[in-house]
């Protein structure tokens, strides 16, 4: 049964169909297997619906609809300003100024691709001016962008939450320790690169033009406020949170900064629409394919085919860490997400593990092989944005994805980087 289901699903991805119809087809391959024939496919279709209706996901269409209404507006602007305001005249400030872009544009926007369009956009042509190769330039940004999903809210959070029922609010607090470290050894690199390539540095921005960076960006760094403040204040939940920066993004953008109009708007909720439908036509696949391995016991065959009982709670976690990087360099990390999640969650809880932990380690795995070739689909996004051939685009990435890596390494041994917040708010 697994040979036939893989079979389906690898000819399927040859011959060039998205990915949602290799899941499908694949579990409908594997139930008429099991139960030998199609007369009860309405148990398949029963799961595709149960695999989209958890409240938690109605934030998912939020979040990203509130990234595209700040990426038309003016908030990424003024949190580059903000961050530039501080940090352009320092060595190497330009770069490590786009890495603390890409961080504050994830604590608002929760998707690593609107990142690199809304933060690589601008950017990108001062740090070319100012004497950074291309190379480093675009590896900085696509790796950069990364941040964004651990940064809350970040939507593949809400995805492993869905999937393995760990609490969403907790997830997101767990990412904030990596992403800040992610963030610091970035601006090392870079100070490093800008010492070694001898980049001039920027002017120093006068007190009073800082003052009025931070003056226009206090109405963006309100969506952290709500996401954060709002869901351990206990004003909001994590859906509520998403609803409360929808509409704080359409207050500011309309009304405050009149940046976005009625006809933008609605072009936006289009393009949010179209995007949120390939999102849940997976997650319902996802589900549904999750069903299918999980009585066919497919997952107990592959997990004792590696010997993963005899492994021990570190050799679980690399082993989950591989999987879910090498399984993002090919493909979607949501589609990643709903695959792996259900087929080691078994051996997950028969370890013992905080799957708050698990849940982070996946989340930065998926968010190092988005980036990482052949396949990382934040690749394709900055190819398409900035109009450079795919070689290089990705010839800058190994150093990137060394210190991605260790940060992984490092929550494996040292498991506080995430849960420190984490126990602190619960212990609260």
């Known amino acids: ?94 770069a490590i100024s786009t890495a603390g872009a890409c961080t504050m544009f994830g604590a608002v926007s929760g998707s690593t691709q609107a990142t690199v369009v809304a933060v690589g956009g601008p950017l990108r042509p001062r740090l070319l001016k100012a004497g950074y190769s291309d190379r480093f330039t675009l590896a900085l940004i696509i790796n950069a ?71 226009r960006a206090i109405w963006p760094l309100g969506f952290p406020v709500i996401i954060i403040g709002g869901i351990y204040g206990g004003v909001f939940s994590p859906t509520e949170a998403a609803a409360a920066c929808v509409l704080y993004a359409v207050v500011l953008e309309m009304i405050v900064f009149r940046e976005v109009s009625p006809r933008q708007l609605f072009a936006t909720a289009k393009s949010t629409g179209l995007i ?53 360099m090919f493909v979607d990390p949501i589609v990643v997400i709903l695959i792996l999640v259900p087929i080691f969650a078994p051996v997950v809880q028969a370890t013992g593990l905080d799957p708050v932990l698990v849940g982070t380690i996946v989340t930065l795995q998926v968010a190092i092989g988005s980036a990482t070739p052949p396949f990382g689909c934040d690749i394709f996004t900055a190819i398409a944005v900035f109009k450079r051939p795919y070689w290089e685009v990705i010839r800058g990435t190994p150093p990137f994805v060394c210190i991605l890596l260790s940060v992984s390494v490092a929550l494996i041994f040292f498991p506080q980087i995430a849960l420190f917040l984490r126990d602190l708010a619960v212990g609260g």
């Open 1 to 94: 049964m697994t040979t036939a289901i893989l079979g389906t699903m690898i000819v399927l991805l040859l011959l060039g169909f998205p990915m949602m119809v290799p899941l499908i087809l694949g579990a409908v391959v594997g139930f008429i297997g099991l139960f030998g024939g199609i007369g009860q496919l309405d148990t398949l279709v029963a799961q595709v619906i149960a695999g989209i209706q958890p409240a938690s996901l109605i934030a998912v269409p939020m979040f990203i609809f509130a990234a595209e209404i700040m990426t038309r507006g003016q908030s990424a602007s003024r949190l580059i300003d903000l961050v530039m305001a501080f940090l352009g005249h320092i060595k190497g400030g330009l």
């Open 145 to 215: 962008s990364d941040i964004a999903f651990l940064i809350p809210p970040s939507i593949g959070m809400i995805i492993y939450g869905v999937v393995s029922g760990t609490s969403i609010s907790e997830l997101f607090l767990a990412g904030i320790g990596p992403g800040l470290l992610i963030l610091l050894l970035f601006s090392i690199y870079a100070y490093i690169y800008a010492v070694r390539h001898n980049v001039p540095t920027e002017p120093r921005t006068p007190w009073p033009l800082r003052l009025r960076a931070m003056r």
């Open 276 to 328: 949120t439908a390939v999102v849940f036509i997976l997650v319902g696949a996802g589900a549904a394919f999750s069903y299918i391995i999980s009585f066919a016991q497919i997952p107990q065959e592959i997990l004792s085919g590696i010997g993963i009982d005899a492994m021990g709670r570190y050799g679980v976690l690399f082993t989950i860490s591989i999987a879910f990087f090498i399984g993002c």
